[in-house]
């Protein structure tokens, strides 16, 4: 059972905030937090039920976040635990960190909290010093403009040196408020990476915006990282180096839990970027050079290190001509279809089976270069270890030098990664997608790879079982009415100790309409120009009086052809996605509003969900067609093929289970407080003229429904 000493802390925290301005109590979030303190004290556990598991349907208004947070906290206080949160948006993040957190010790909840973002996130003061201080000139092939360019972004580093060194700026990118624009080419020469950290040795390590996060994380009870985040610590990184609590010691909460399957796939994805390898390539000499200059440079005891530049540059030659060779299949299957805004040509390989042709040129001949390279690189690594960073680190030439060596490691790494994962044979409980993607116009500019299929056991193994507990929660974990689809991805059921609760909306959902037709074109792809015509017909007549309007699209190619034709008097209210950032778009749209202008918000899938515009903000959603998967996706394509190969029915398995969760994610963009009216457009025919259109209505919050 539950301590009382727990329940009374809940209560006493939960008292105080009644008591500050703008908190309401609901009866859910009660139902809450009586829930996650069972499961963390193992009630619901029997026998050799191997987990703690809540699944929790929270749904809009339901007061999800705090519903887990104050039990969790008070519970992992009592039992020396710590509560990782794990979420999928840095908004989220920030909500959290900022404002439910601070409002939980305010009520006198008393605990320590930390954000973990992954190292690529972190500022790291050496290299960025090596960065401003790399004085290497210009080749005869560097025009003025390159070399332009290069003082710029020198400039730009300083700056962030200065902010740093004078405790205005913590390093984390996240945190950065400052005019300029971090997301640029050379934040990755500047980030922290483990490859090129060389930990206490480093003159910085005392004022390091990593380190000090890792500090930060020791004396935390509460933790708030990123989904990404926690599968790499846990799967990818040595123990000593993990910057997140041992998983038997902590309370794993995955919040934004519908996105948990396509994040533990992409951490156990892997890719072959023959980009990349080319410029490996370009630079092969410059890398050699330097890997033999910081041999000498350093004293490292590395016999023979001629010897070993010329196995280098020879591995490098061998990596050139394969990669060359494999490049030249790759056009041969993406055929002559050019790249462009809307569309990248893909070749899924049926099956997951690579032809022969490329089995052989990534076991024969890149695999084998990949490796040579990856040797040397290791046994320089070896003797840098042994003895020698300290020297290094006072030197920045020399840092320079091991900076290339350390890139190199990891691009050389990674590499041969996707190798291992694009020849493993293909296991039939888990399955395999291969595919190649053209980019651009660029010969090189092409990928190859790989993402398991079906991750349910490898996350339950992995991630749940080695944790003291865990918590998932999201406002769209159901499909078709039914946690089934959730739990086959991952793995969680009920005769494993694992619990399903749905805490249902407080709104009141008869202050909108759902409005459906009957005989508009069906939006398949022949049929898209036609159906996008119709839409347009009536979208003007649609939208009315209201002043505040969200329009979503399945595919950018349909949105844009929408934007294309739009009246003009619409098309000078409009503000479409790509056009800005999402948060930028959101701004002055509110600020339309408020000026009593109108203001239509259009976009695509990231449109449909972490879009809080409650009250006035929004009162029209129009959604032009269910969102079914991209059937050029090539990992929902093998999917389905998996599926299929079993012997079961892929669209009643995955494409409708699927589609249901994100319509019910789109249509319920309109009701965010309890202040929210309107309606709701949908402009897919389908609904009334398919079979399953029954099942996908009777699904959706319970809003009145009217057919046109």
Same mark, same amino acid.
């Given at each position: 059972m539950v301590p009382d000493n727990v329940k009374q802390s809940m209560q006493k925290t939960l008292n105080a905030l009644r008591d500050t301005p703008g908190f309401t109590s609901r009866k859910g979030q009660m139902t809450m937090f009586a829930e996650v303190a069972k499961t963390l004290f193992g009630v619901y556990q029997e026998g050799d039920q191997p987990h703690r598991s809540l699944v929790i349907e929270g749904q809009t208004g339901a007061g999800k976040t705090l519903g887990y947070l104050l039990p969790a906290i008070v519970s992992a206080i009592k039992l020396k635990k710590h509560v990782v949160v794990a979420t999928a948006n840095v908004a989220l993040q920030q909500q959290i960190m900022n404002h439910d957190l601070p409002r939980l010790r305010k009520a006198g909840l008393h605990f320590e909290q930390a954000f973990v973002a992954g190292r690529g996130r972190y500022f790291c003061r050496r290299d960025a010093e090596t960065f401003v201080n790399d004085q290497d000139a210009p080749d005869l092939l560097t025009d003025e403009a390159d070399v332009q360019h290069q003082r710029k972004h020198r400039t730009q580093v300083e700056q962030l040196i200065t902010l740093f060194d004078a405790n205005q700026w913590n390093g984390l990118k996240d945190d950065y408020r400052g005019k300029l624009s971090l997301e640029q080419p050379w934040w990755s020469q500047v980030n922290a990476n483990r490859d090129t950290c060389s930990r206490r040795n480093c003159a910085h390590y005392d004022n390091c915006a990593f380190f000090d996060a890792r500090k930060d994380v020791r004396?935390?009870?509460?933790?708030?990282?990123?989904?990404?985040m926690l599968y790499a610590d846990m799967l990818h990184v040595q123990?000593?180096?993990?910057?997140?609590?041992?998983?038997?010691?902590?309370?794993?909460?995955?919040?934004?839990?519908?996105?948990?399957?396509?994040?533990?796939?992409? @951490?156990?994805?892997?890719?072959?970027?023959? *980009?990349? /390898?080319?410029?490996?390539?370009?630079?092969?000499?410059?890398?050699?050079?330097?890997?033999?200059?910081?041999?000498?440079g350093a004293s490292?005891?590395?016999?023979?290190?001629?010897?070993l530049a010329v196995r280098m540059r020879d591995d490098f030659k061998l990596m050139s001509s394969a990669a060359s060779q494999i490049i030249d299949c790759a056009h041969g299957y993406l055929g002559e279809a050019r790249a462009s805004a809307f569309k990248k040509p893909v070749h899924r390989f049926e099956q997951g089976a690579l032809p022969e042709q490329l089995q052989l040129l990534l @076991?024969?001949?890149?695999?084998?270069?990949? *490796?040579? /390279?990856n040797g040397a690189c290791q046994k320089v690594n070896e003797k840098i270890k042994d003895a020698q960073e300290k020297a290094i680190s006072d030197d920045s030439r020399l840092q320079n030098y091991l900076g290339s060596l350390r890139n190199l490691t990891q691009t050389v790494e990674s590499a041969l990664n996707a190798c291992v994962l694009l020849k493993t044979e293909i296991n039939p409980k888990q399955g395999i997608a291969r595919w190649l993607t053209r980019h651009s116009d660029l010969r090189v500019d092409i990928t190859l790879s790989a993402t398991p299929i079906q991750v349910g056991r490898q996350f339950e193994r992995e991630i749940v079982t080695p944790a003291f507990a865990t918590i998932f929660t999201s406002a769209t974990l159901q499909s078709l009415g039914s946690f089934r689809r959730f739990s086959e991805q991952l793995s969680l059921y009920q005769k494993d100790g694992v619990q399903f609760l749905v805490i249902e909306s407080p709104f009141d959902y008869k202050k909108a309409q759902l409005v459906t037709y009957r005989d508009l074109p069906e939006p398949n792809f022949n049929n898209e120009a036609a159906h996008t015509s119709a839409m347009l017909k009536r979208f003007g007549n649609d939208i009315g009086e209201h002043k505040a309007a969200l329009v979503l699209f399945a595919s950018k190619r349909q949105m844009q052809s929408f934007v294309d034709k739009l009246p003009a008097a619409l098309a000078a209210d409009s503000l479409v996605q790509y056009t800005a950032t999402r948060d930028s778009l959101v701004r002055r749209h509110k600020k339309r509003v408020d000026e009593g202008k109108r203001s239509i918000l259009i976009g695509c899938?990231?449109?449909?969900?972490?879009?809080?515009?409650?009250?006035?903000?929004?009162?029209?959603?129009?959604?032009?067609?269910?969102?079914?998967?991209d059937?050029?996706?090539p990992i929902a394509a093998s999917e389905s093929e998996f599926i299929e190969a079993q012997g079961?029915?892929?669209?009643?398995?995955?494409?409708?289970p699927d589609a249901s969760r994100r319509l019910v994610q789109c249509v319920g963009r309109l009701m965010r407080s309890q202040d929210c009216y309107g309606e709701v457009r949908i402009y897919d025919s389908r609904l009334q003229t398919k079979g399953y259109?029954?099942?996908l209505l009777n699904c959706l919050p319970p809003m009145l429904q009217r057919v046109e």
């Open positions: 004396d935390a009870q509460v933790i708030v990282t990123n989904h990404a123990p000593e180096m993990r910057l997140l609590p041992a998983a038997k010691d902590s309370i794993f909460v995955f919040d934004e839990a519908h996105h948990i399957r396509d994040t533990f796939r992409s @951490s156990l994805a892997a890719e072959l970027n023959f *980009e990349l /390898l080319s410029k490996l390539d370009r630079n092969s000499g410059r890398l050699v050079n330097h890997i033999q200059s910081l041999v000498n490292l005891d590395v016999v023979n290190v001629d010897n @076991s024969e001949q890149l695999q084998p270069a990949l *490796e040579g /390279l899938q990231s449109f449909s969900e972490g879009l809080d515009l409650p009250g006035a903000y929004l009162t029209f959603v129009g959604i032009a067609k269910l969102p079914f998967a059937v050029n996706c079961l029915h892929p669209f009643a398995m995955i494409a409708l259109g029954k099942q």
